[in-house]
């Protein structure tokens, strides 16, 4: 069974940088396509960037495109999420996710079976 656990959040100041963990664990990770979502209070829960495991590519939301980049350490089973140039906009609870197959069309939640419990992500002066 799929098993997913997400780390890093925090307190950041606009303009800041983090990086999320998502330590992934009872599957194998080549075969699964992972996905970064947020949530903000009121709001739906939104696609950041979903990673094809197998092939690498990955599709970015307009609103993080050239600011968040996701990466994976196979050693550890482990996918990461960049973020830089934070903006208080950017505030959410972030939760990683996981779904069978190897090709990336859109990032959408609905599609997804497998999540973490999430960690908040507060970015403010």
């Known amino acids: 069974q799929e098993h997913l656990v997400e780390s890093g959040g925090g307190l950041v100041q606009p303009g800041g940088s983090l990086r999320l963990s998502c330590a992934t664990s009872?599957?194998?990770?080549?075969?699964?396509?992972i996905g970064w979502f947020r949530q903000a209070p009121g709001k739906e829960r939104e696609g950041v960037a979903c990673?094809?495991?197998?092939?690498?590519?990955?599709y970015y939301a307009d609103s993080v495109k050239g600011r968040f980049t996701v990466s994976r350490d196979n050693a550890k089973n482990t996918v990461y999420l960049q973020m830089s140039s934070l903006k208080p906009e950017d505030t959410a609870v972030y939760f990683c996710?996981?779904?069978?197959?190897?090709?990336?069309?859109?990032?959408?939640?609905?599609?997804?079976?497998?999540w973490g419990q999430g960690t908040q992500v507060t970015v403010s002066s």
């Open positions: 009872g599957f194998i990770l080549d075969d699964y396509i």
């Open positions: 996710a996981a779904r069978f197959g190897d090709n990336v069309f859109g990032c959408h939640a609905p599609d997804f079976h497998s």
């Open positions: 990673r094809s495991s197998s092939n690498g590519h990955t």
